[in-house]
Each structure stands twice: as structure tokens, then as C-alpha cells.
């Protein structure tokens, strides 16, 4: 077959500059025609993972490890998985064995030219663990008690492998096969386990677990001894190239040469092959360096956009200094694990533009921390329970407001990472957008979000979203405005366009639609709700959906509780996408008595807790006048004291003295003036249905846009979903 003219050395060049980068370190490991040219060219690399036996190319795992090969049916499992450590697994550490068949630990940590010591706190103080001969007897010791077990799953009979039956019981299955493996028998168990249609395949699945721990303590035993002794080891170790892809799961061992040198001569050797006498340096969009000992090849250089490391990142930006091009600084993201605060005062932290904390190994007072930094974006990733508080919160937004922060900037944190019900989810968001209208008065609260203006005449906004991580972290940026927002609403202002507005083709990037509510371009919600008109200063702040929610979701009955089964009620018109479990769902009708009971107990403790705090003198009002050094968990301790503890003259005395008392006393004091609200309003509703009363407050249908300027206001005669089509 005539395959045509050879590609001209300058063609070769432009081919391998669009080639993947695999195919491409491939080709020139296995022809050494292209060798120089692909030298030459520039290496591009999306993501490059950098461990101390192994390095992932674009979803490409390249890996060098020892195998160990036994006599045929003698090599226990865990010797199996060390000698498939090439695949998917990211933890296993591959390390030298010593002449007697240990892994040689202190090997490992020997640093030699090249290498990059990465090791992170944990890892610096592991001890290797060491057999003495008094190990070894009480393996030997383990070894006679499962050979005693596996004698006694064989005595039912020759072993059968059988596939599982559907019709198996799984706990069924579990439990005979541990019967076997770790409790002690009988003949009246083994009798009546005997009898189960599960038993033959849970006595193979016990029999194959009871072989392959024979297997391991036997190779154990074997290595000691042979140690003692002088013998060989009891099996032959070979070092293995392995290529592993992520994507469609296939592993080629490409290389298996005897073991005559050590790992790290091997590693090394096939980095240089990849890495070094490259003209450029290797262009990486995203490095990832495994915390360890990296073995690097000296000539490597990278020129790289973004760096994503679970250890010490401060230690890892001078330990890499040697290889990474000066001028990938400053980075297009940086993604880090805080193991102190130090870390946010290094220049190359600092000015990388995007900013993702993963987690932190100790809690950290982020507001300090917050005000101070200058990424365009970031994000905190909280893993502690020692959230920020609301009031710090507070605290950064007015930093915010004041510091000329640039258009687009960003910050965004987990909200709480507890694991609250819906209701508590709302009441935290509810209380925080509450928070803001006291604290910025020129704010416009909307569903979710808040526009606070600026100083320098932008606008900072404040949303809470769901995460992936399924937190509700702050996101602060710039609001943003869009044409069809402006058309749809003088549409609704202006009587005179209504024809001409209808007439012409509307155009909305995105549209959200849910039962009682559309949002249009990530932007401006229309909702429909019901608003309920307390008499002045009796509004609870659970009820207080009017302001912060658009009014409650569901319409009332005549005594004014919420109708939940009209929710269900399909309508000409409607579309079902409910999921099934939703379908499903009964609403219970609630213990009317029982909570009258409870909330009639407690009116009086709540309102004897409310006069205790206010007799420590009169209240500021201004529960934010938040102080930077004041510990928030001695204000969360003295208010929850007020709200819920039992109290006394000592520890009142104690608190007092504190200087987080006042701000406690005053957050105490709103909970507590909210709480007697609630349960003022729960019972006279209570009462006014036991007594044919009006409720006590006024319903109306109350339709609003999102930034929460009422566009129709209207008594409630008409049920709210009939409202929502007109």
C-alpha cells in the first residue's frame, strides 16, 4: 500500500503542536524520527497531577511500581491490589522493598536532586510498622483459629460457586457468611442456617474471605521467617510502567523490567524521557501537586494559569519555585486546604485573581482574614462548624459598601453547613435579609437577595443560593439590569403600550417557572402570595413573609390557617412536573389542642426571660454595632443563657462583666420579643376559631416584582392561584 510521502519537518511540527498530548509523548517515546521535533514544539496540557511514584496527563495516569509475583495460587489479595496500584487509586504509595521483602519507609523519605518535599504535617510524623517475633506468633496463632474456621465450612460439602438469586436475602447472606468468618459455631446455628436457600452461596462467599486471609497471614509468616533465617523472599519483584485511563477505565502495562533498581531511579528516568530538554516550557492550565515528595525531573519548567493543592500551599509555592515559570504569576486561580492563616499573607496567594478555600484543618476567624484580602473572587469552603457569624457578615458588607471594590467582584461562602430542616433554613435567611434592611437602610430586598448601594456609586449584591455542596453560601456582586425586565414592567405601568408591547416579540435569555412565581433573566421575580396585616408592632417574624418572601405560598381557610391541600388541586391550565414523592405526599392534619397547650406553657417563661433582660437596664437597639474582637461564641453562650438556660446572680454577675454582654443582651432580647410575638399569634388564632372571632389580621392578595415594590395590592377574595393566570 503506498502510504504517501513523509510529512516535511515543518508539517511535523505543526501536526504535534494540535496533537493530544498523550498520543503525542507516545509517538515520540516509541519513534525517535519525531524525538527533535517534539522537542521543539511547545507542550500543552490542560491538567498535570504531580504524585511521587505516578503523574496524571489529562485524564492519562502514567505509573511505576513494584510487582510482586507468588507462586501460582499463593499471592493474597492485598498483594493483588498493590500490584494493580496503577489504576484508578490515587492513595496507594509505592515504595522500596529492602533485600528481605519490606518496604523500605526510610528510602522513601530520602531526598535526592530534584525532588520536592511536599509532605504535609500528618504525613511527617508516620511511624512504619514492624514485625518482632511476638507479631509473628500471634499471626501464627490467628493463622491455626482460620484454619480451623475454613475446616468447618468445608465439613457441609465440596464448595459450589453460584451466582447470587434475586430472591436471596441479603442480610441473610451477610449474616451466614459472618457466622462463618468471625462467630463461634454450633451445631443448632449451623443446623438452622443450613436449611436457609442462601446458605451454599453465603458458604462459598465465607469459604473465599476465610482462604484469602489464610493467604495474607501465611505470606506474612513466610516473609518473617525467611528474614530470620537468610531464605529467599517468598516471591519475585519486578518493577511496571502502567497506563491507566480515567475515561474508558483501561489499564496497559506497557513495560515490566526485574527489580535491580529502585523506584525512584525508574520514576526519574521516565520523567526525564517526557519532561526534560524541552525547548519551551510545558504550558499546564491547571497543576495539581499531591502532598508528598514529588520526584521531579530538574529540567522540568512549567508555565501554568491555575494551581489546585490539599497541602501546605505557602511551603508548596517555594519548593516549586524552581520549576514553575515566574511569570504564571499571578495565577487565574488558585485552590487551596488553609493549615494556618499564614498562608493568606503570601504575595502568590494574594494576587492570584480567583480564590477557592476547600477546607480547613482548624476553625479560623475569617473576618480579619476577609476585610484584607484583594482577589477578584473568592470562595470560602468551611468544613469547621465555626461559621461566620451574622454579624460579621455585616461587618464585611459594610467593608464592601466602602471599599471601591471593582465591578464583578465576587465573594461567596457557605451559609451554614448544619444540617438544618427547610423551616430553619428560611427562618436563618429571613432573619439575615432582616439584618441588612436595619443595617443598610438604602437597601432594596428582594427573593433571596439584596441590592445594597456602594460609595463609589455601584451596587453590591447580595444573594443565597443553593451550592453543589448543597450549603447556601453568600454570593456578593454587581447587579446587572436587562431590557426585557424594563419591557414587561411598562407594560404593566403604562396602559397606553399594552397593545403595541403585545405586538412585538418578546425576548428573555432565561426563564424560571414555579407554582405561584416566574423569574426572568436570573433577575426579577413576579410572585403572587397572601399578606396578612397584623395590627401595628404584633407582626411575628415567622410570619412575616409580606416583606422578605413575596407572602405565603398557600391560600387560608375561614379561620386562617394554610389550606395545603388546595396546592394539589389541579386547574385548566396547569402542568404537573411534581416528582412522585411529591405526588405522594399527605398532609397530616396538625394537633390544633396540643399545641394550644404548648404554647400557652410557655407564654409565661418567655415573657419572664424577656423581663430579666431588661433589667439589666434599658436596650441600645442596635444589636450591629459588631466589634471585631469580640468572641462570637461568649455572645452566642450569653444568649443562648437568656434565651434558654436557667439563670442565677453569679453567672448573670460573670456575663455581665464580659464585654460581649451588651450586643448578647440585645440579640437575646430580639429572639425573645419575636418568640413571645409567635406565640401570641398561634394562640389567638387558636382562640378566635374556638370562639367564632375574626382572626386577628387582615388577608390580602399581594402580587410583587423582586425588588419589592407592591404592583397590586388587593383584599383576599380570590384565591391566590386563580390570582397567579389573571
Not at 503523574?55 to 509475583?69: G, M, T
Request: with cysteine; net charge neutral.
Amino acid at each position: 500500500m503506498n502510504l504517501g510521502p513523509p510529512l516535511s519537518y515543518e508539517s511535523l511540527k505543526t501536526v504535534l503542536q494540535y496533537m493530544d498530548p498523550n498520543l503525542r509523548i507516545r509517538l515520540s517515546m516509541n519513534c525517535p524520527s519525531i524525538r527533535s521535533a517534539e522537542k521543539i514544539v511547545p507542550l500543552k496540557i490542560k491538567k498535570l497531577e504531580l504524585s511521587d511514584q505516578w503523574f496524571v496527563i489529562d485524564e492519562i495516569k502514567y505509573s511505576i511500581l513494584i510487582y510482586q509475583k507468588y507462586p501460582a495460587g499463593t499471592c493474597p489479595s492485598f498483594v493483588k491490589l498493590h500490584n494493580n496500584g496503577g489504576g484508578p487509586i490515587k492513595l496507594f504509595v509505592p515504595t522500596d522493598l529492602d533485600v528481605h521483602g519490606y518496604k523500605d519507609w526510610p528510602s522513601r523519605l530520602q531526598l535526592r536532586p530534584g525532588d520536592v518535599n511536599l509532605i504535609d504535617p500528618d504525613g511527617r510524623n508516620r511511624e512504619p510498622i514492624e514485625f518482632d517475633e511476638a507479631r509473628i506468633k500471634r499471626r501464627e496463632a490467628q493463622l491455626a483459629g482460620i484454619r480451623k474456621r475454613l475446616n468447618c465450612v468445608e465439613s457441609f460439602g465440596p464448595i459450589i460457586n453460584s451466582n447470587s438469586d434475586e430472591s436471596y436475602s441479603k442480610p441473610m447472606l451477610e449474616e451466614i457468611r459472618w457466622y462463618f468468618v468471625l462467630y463461634e459455631t454450633s451445631e443448632d446455628r449451623s443446623a438452622y442456617y443450613s436449611r436457609q436457600p442462601e446458605f451454599e452461596h453465603a458458604r462459598a462467599k465465607a469459604y473465599e474471605t476465610l482462604k484469602d486471609k489464610v493467604l495474607e497471614l501465611k505470606a506474612t509468616i513466610q516473609q518473617w521467617y525467611a528474614q530470620r533465617d537468610g531464605l529467599p523472599v517468598p516471591f519475585e519483584s519486578y518493577i511496571k510502567l502502567t497506563i491507566f485511563n480515567y475515561e474508558t477505565k483501561e489499564e496497559r502495562n506497557v513495560e515490566f523490567v526485574k527489580y535491580e533498581k529502585s523506584l525512584f531511579e525508574a520514576f526519574r528516568y521516565l520523567m526525564h524521557r517526557i519532561f526534560e530538554n524541552r525547548r519551551y516550557p510545558v504550558a499546564v492550565k491547571v497543576l495539581v501537586p499531591v502532598p508528598g515528595i514529588l520526584r521531579l525531573t530538574p529540567g522540568l519548567r512549567m508555565q501554568i494559569e491555575e494551581m489546585h493543592f490539599d497541602g501546605e500551599a505557602d511551603r508548596a509555592f517555594v519548593e516549586l519555585a524552581p520549576y514553575i515559570e515566574e511569570s504564571s504569576y499571578p495565577l487565574k486561580c488558585l485552590k487551596i486546604t488553609a493549615w494556618d492563616t499564614a498562608v493568606f499573607q503570601h504575595p502568590k496567594l494574594r494576587s492570584a485573581k480567583h480564590l477557592v478555600v476547600e477546607g480547613n484543618i482548624a476553625p479560623i476567624r475569617w473576618l480579619p482574614i476577609l476585610v484584607n484580602l484583594e482577589n477578584y473572587q473568592v470562595h470560602i469552603n468551611d468544613c469547621n462548624e465555626g461559621l461566620m457569624r451574622e454579624s460579621h457578615l455585616m461587618a464585611l458588607m459594610r467593608h464592601w459598601v466602602s471599599s471601591g471594590k471593582e465591578v464583578g467582584a465576587r465573594f461567596s461562602y457557605p451559609l451554614h453547613a448544619n444540617s438544618h430542616s427547610m423551616l430553619q433554613r428560611q427562618r436563618i435567611q429571613k432573619k439575615l435579609f432582616k439584618r441588612i434592611k436595619i443595617t443598610f437602610k438604602e437597601a432594596v430586598i428582594g427573593h433571596r437577595y439584596a441590592k445594597i448601594p456602594t460609595n463609589n456609586g455601584t451596587t453590591l449584591k447580595v444573594t443565597a443560593e443553593l451550592s453543589e455542596e448543597y450549603y447556601y453560601p453568600w454570593i456578593l456582586n454587581e447587579s446587572r439590569s436587562a431590557v426585557g425586565i424594563r419591557q414587561i414592567r411598562l407594560s404593566i405601568n403604562c396602559p397606553s403600550i399594552r397593545s403595541a408591547e403585545k405586538a412585538v416579540p418578546l425576548k428573555i435569555k432565561k426563564l424560571e417557572l414555579s407554582d405561584r412565581s416566574f423569574i426572568v433573566d436570573d433577575d426579577i421575580e413576579y410572585k403572587v402570595g397572601i399578606y396578612k396585616k397584623y395590627p401595628e408592632g404584633m407582626c411575628p417574624i415567622v410570619k412575616n413573609d409580606n416583606e422578605f418572601w413575596g407572602g405565603l405560598a398557600t391560600d387560608l381557610d375561614q379561620h386562617g390557617y394554610e389550606d395545603w391541600t388546595s396546592t394539589l388541586q389541579l386547574r385548566p391550565g396547569d402542568v404537573d412536573l411534581r416528582t412522585p414523592i411529591k405526588r405522594l405526599r399527605v398532609y397530616e392534619q396538625i394537633n390544633e389542642v396540643g399545641i394550644k397547650k404548648k404554647e400557652e406553657e410557655e407564654l409565661p417563661e418567655l415573657q419572664e426571660r424577656l423581663d430579666y433582660v431588661e433589667s439589666f437596664g434599658p436596650i441600645t437597639t442596635s444589636p450591629f454595632s459588631f466589634d471585631e474582637y469580640y468572641s462570637e461564641d461568649m455572645v452566642e453562650q450569653i444568649n443562648w443563657y437568656f434565651v434558654n438556660d436557667d439563670t442565677s446572680e453569679e453567672r448573670s454577675a460573670h456575663y455581665s462583666t464580659q464585654p460581649e454582654f451588651e450586643d448578647a443582651r440585645d440579640k437575646a432580647y430580639e429572639e425573645l420579643k419575636d418568640k413571645i410575638l409567635e406565640t401570641k399569634a398561634i394562640l389567638q388564632q387558636w382562640y378566635a376559631r374556638r370562639d367564632g372571632l375574626p382572626v386577628p389580621f387582615e388577608s390580602y392578595i399581594m402580587f410583587t416584582i423582586s425588588d419589592w415594590k407592591n404592583i397590586e395590592f388587593i383584599k383576599y377574595e380570590k384565591n391566590s392561584t386563580n390570582r397567579s393566570t389573571t
